[in-house]
Each structure stands twice: as C-alpha cells, then as structure tokens.
Nanobody
Framework: QVQLVESGGGLVQPGGSLRLSCVVS????????MGWYRQAPGKERELVAR???????NYADSVKGRFTISRDNAKNTVYLQMNSLKPEDTAVYYC?????????WGQGTQVTVSS
C-alpha cells in the first residue's frame, strides 16, 4: 500500500517562507516522479511543481523563482521550499505520485499566508 504523508504547513505572513515535506512509503520512491499540487477554496487543484526520478523539475509560472522542489531518495521524501509567500499562495497543498496507472495522494497540508 502506497502512502504519502505531508507536513510543514501553517500560517505565515506575506513574504515569509515555509518548507513542506512529503514522506512516501510502500513504493520504490527513487523510481517515481513526484508532484506538489494545491487547491484553494472554490478553485480547481493545480500543479505547483514536479520532479522526475532523475531530478528534472518544472514549476507553475506563478511560483517560478519563489518555490523549489527537491527530493531525498535516502529518506523517501520530497520537499517544497516556498519563499516570498503571497496571500494567493493560500491553499491546501498535496503531494502526489503514480505507480503504473494509479495515482496516490497525500491527505494535504494547509498553507495560509496572511498578515
């Protein structure tokens, strides 16, 4: 059974930083691409950042230059470093992977950017 557990969300002021973590179990983590998504109230879930098994990354235009995705295969963990946070970054953040044709999601972690 593949499980993903996110952590690191919270309340932060505009301009602040947070680092999200997602620990994966039940899968060969090093071979999986990993993604961070977010969903704000009343909006569809959107891709924020993605990293392949080989470390190639891509980002949504709205977070380029502010967010960094990385992975530690020894810890089965993917990270999302978020800097220069804006109120519009407020959302529930989810990590996702796929094994074959199946997608697996974490439970999400709330990020709120507010003064």
């Amino acid at each position: 059974q593949v499980q993903l557990v996110e952590s690191g969300g919270g309340l932060v002021q505009p301009g602040g930083s947070l680092r999200l973590s997602c620990v994966v179990s039940g899968s060969i983590f090093s071979t999986n691409a990993m993604g961070w998504y977010r969903q704000a109230p009343g909006k569809e879930r959107e891709l924020v950042a993605r990293i392949t098994s080989g470390g190639i990354t891509n980002y949504a235009d709205s977070v380029k230059g502010r967010f960094t995705i990385s992975r530690d295969n020894a810890k089965n963990t993917v990270y999302l470093q978020m800097n220069s946070l804006k109120p519009e970054d407020t959302a529930v953040y989810y990590c996702k992977t796929n094994v074959g044709s199946l997608d697996y999601w974490g439970q999400g972690t709330q990020v709120t950017v507010s003064s």
